[in-house]
């Protein structure tokens, strides 16, 4: 129980702390929108230059602890503010366009890149003596090293560009308008398999790497020997002792991925002009959409930290260790 009220009691201290720094870090950059607007119009009078920073709404009342008050309220109730470079939708409006792009593309790929790498990394580390097992597990640790964007750009050229037998970007068929339709589904997963297999391929040696590690230090307990002792079958030792507990350190990387998955895969969307959140952050910055870039930033701070307690509550499950600590 103690453990429990200590792990809350860390999640609200640490989204507390999120808020003030999302608050303070946009304040801190250059320009605004408005100022980009009136350089580009040329000169213009004073009234002409209020009316356009007011209509912008960068023109916040009150000191610096004034706004913060006024931005807790307003998260309070829901509101993130305008996105000013989606005027006059609200930041929520365009965070709910882009979100199902981003968690279908990027959360569905780093599932079956954990999924892959973790029964691949138990069956290397239980066949290590087999020269297939480091041949494998040296391909895909060659191609972790690979950027996501040049093995993107890869991908798009031989499969997109050269052999067109994927689109070169986007996430759906413009023409399909019926967004519920099963010609739409085909198309998105078309769309999205090629940034995909980018973002599951490139992960994948991370989690063979990290599980291997972890089977190895398990596989030298004592009570992998006394299992073995006992006569029980090798199924039973590899899955039931071993695997099991080799996954604990895991899941915290896992959660965390996860976590990550709502700012969507920068560099991998913007090689496939996906329409997800790593994407419109890329164009929220570019256009100085400060309320945008609060609220992406935002939502994927509270989804990491929300991420690491469930999987301290995991951990917590599934290690008696933890229990009695």
Known sequence: MKYLIRKVAWLIL???????????????????????????????????????????????????????????????????????????????????????????????????????GTLTGIEIAWKRGNPFSSIFLGLFLFIRSFPFFWFGLLLVYFFAFRNPWFPLGGGSSAAIADRWSLEFVRSVIFHGFLPGMTIAITSLGYWLLLVRNNMFNVLAEDYITVAEAKGLSWSRIKYTYAARNALLPSITGFAMQLGFVVGGS???????????????????????????????????????????FLADMVVLALDPRVRRG
């Open 266 to 308: 920068l560099l991998t969307e913007m090689v496939f002009s996906y329409p997800g959140v790593g994407f419109m952050l890329y164009q929220a910055i570019q256009q100085r959409d400060y309320p945008l870039v609060q609220g992406i930033f935002l939502f994927i701070t509270i989804a990491v930290l929300v991420a690491n």
């Open 14 to 116: 640490a989204i507390f702390i999120a808020l003030i720094i999302n608050f303070i870090l946009p304040r801190m950059m250059p320009g605004d929108p408005a100022s980009v607007l009136i350089y580009q119009m040329g000169r213009m009078d004073q009234a002409s230059r209020t009316a356009i920073m007011a209509s912008f709404g960068v023109e916040a009342e009150g000191n610096i602890f004034q706004q913060f008050i006024t931005y807790l309220g307003s998260l309070g109730r829901g509101n993130l503010g305008l996105a000013l470079s989606h005027y006059p939708a609200k930041v929520t409006t365009v965070l709910a366009r882009s979100i199902p792009w981003t968690i279908g593309l990027v959360g569905i790929s780093t599932i079956i890149s954990f999924i892959l």
